[in-house]
């Protein structure tokens, strides 16, 4: 029987991000287990993808809470009694606090859609094309209490072409988003990646600043 790494995902959304996770899960390519998907919207759509596949989930509305450290003492609550290995952010819509970041320093992990450090935030995919950039892309990073600032795990290029939209860049920064979150938390469960003090660090080795490129459309 293969041993496999107890994972927590938040999400905000639709969940295509959960769903690449819950079907290497599935289909037993990612040595993992989702105890729970938890989410601060009761209607978001990746509920619902969890329930389809058997897995608990959790809500808890942040609106509920008059700060959030309150929200984030609560969630902490709820992830911790999964005991989780690895706490996975996939589209989760919430600037989380130092508290909460460093309870889960070195096992959190985010996918943001954009070549970070470049573009942290929103609108990543506009103000690419609006900057006249040739290239963007997406990066799987560990979380730390600078938003979208932890070392960079995996980043995954994608051209700009002449005619993008942001919503055609975003489509198709989204399939590439879809490879590279999964083998980031292979990765992880295998214990080959780990977060140094300054850098990603994979089989024993620091990885550059942009970490590892899974692919690269340059």
């Known amino acids: 029987m293969i041993n496999t790494m107890n994972v927590v995902v938040l999400i905000s959304g639709g969940g295509t991000n959960l769903q690449a996770l819950i079907d290497g899960q599935l289909d037993k390519t990612l040595p993992i287990t989702i105890q729970s998907v938890i989410s601060n919207k009761a209607d978001a759509y990746g509920l619902e993808r969890a329930k389809l596949a058997g897995i608990n989930t959790d809500v808890l509305d942040h609106k509920a809470f008059d700060s959030r450290e309150a929200f984030d003492q609560a969630m902490i609550k709820i992830i911790d009694q999964y005991k989780p290995e690895l706490v996975v952010l996939a589209g989760f819509m919430?600037?989380?606090?130092?508290?909460?970041?460093?309870?889960?320093?070195?096992?959190?992990?985010?996918i943001h859609p954009s070549l970070l450090p470049k573009y942290q935030g929103l609108h990543t995919h506009k103000r690419a094309i609006e900057a006249g950039d040739k290239e963007h892309g997406c990066s799987v990073h560990f979380v730390t209490e600078e938003l979208d600032g932890g070392p960079v795990a995996m980043q995954a290029v994608v051209p700009i072409e002449k005619n993008d939209t942001p919503e055609t860049l975003a489509t198709r920064v989204l399939t590439q988003e879809h490879i590279i979150f999964p083998e980031s938390v292979k990765l992880f469960a295998e214990k080959r990646l780990t977060m140094g003090e300054n850098s990603s660090v994979l089989d024993g080795t620091a990885l550059p600043a942009h970490g590892l490129l899974i692919n690269n459309f340059k």
């Open 94 to 110: 919430r600037i989380l606090t130092p508290e909460f970041t460093r309870h889960y320093l070195g096992r959190m992990i985010n």
